[in-house]
């Protein structure tokens, strides 16, 4: 099982991103799936959440302007990020839990600069 994330970039201030990551292999269930990110020299922190029913939740910082977004069909979950701020600037991951194991995306960078 792999999970492949693609869509980062450099924006300007105010512009708005659309990151991707698709899950493929051998894949019999995926409960929620996830973006998180990591700015250099913080944390890694928890960004977004939808579960297989499609709740979704996001954290303050992002809430009005990032929306997550999955299809289960395709096995893939989606973060439309706008209005994007230079403290978004981070490297962006997602993961999901697939076959009740935690799997990880590599990460894709997402600069916000003017």
């Known amino acids: 099982v792999q999970l492949q994330a693609s869509g980062g970039g450099l924006v300007q201030p105010g512009e708005s991103l659309r990151l991707s990551c698709a899950a493929s292999?051998?894949?019999?269930?995926?409960?929620?799936m996830a973006w998180l990110r990591q700015a250099p020299g913080k944390q890694r922190e928890l960004v977004a959440t939808?579960?297989?029913?499609?709740?979704?939740n996001y954290a303050d910082s992002v809430k009005g302007r990032f929306t997550i977004s999955r299809d289960n069909a395709k096995n893939t979950v989606d973060l439309q990020m706008n209005s994007l701020k230079p403290e978004d600037t981070a490297v962006y991951y997602c993961?999901?839990?697939?076959?009740?194991?935690?799997?990880w995306g590599q990460g894709t960078l997402v600069t916000v600069s003017s």
């Open positions: 993961n999901a839990l697939i076959n009740r194991r935690l799997e």
């Open positions: 292999g051998s894949i019999s269930s995926i409960n929620y």
């Open positions: 939808v579960t297989s029913d499609g709740s979704k």
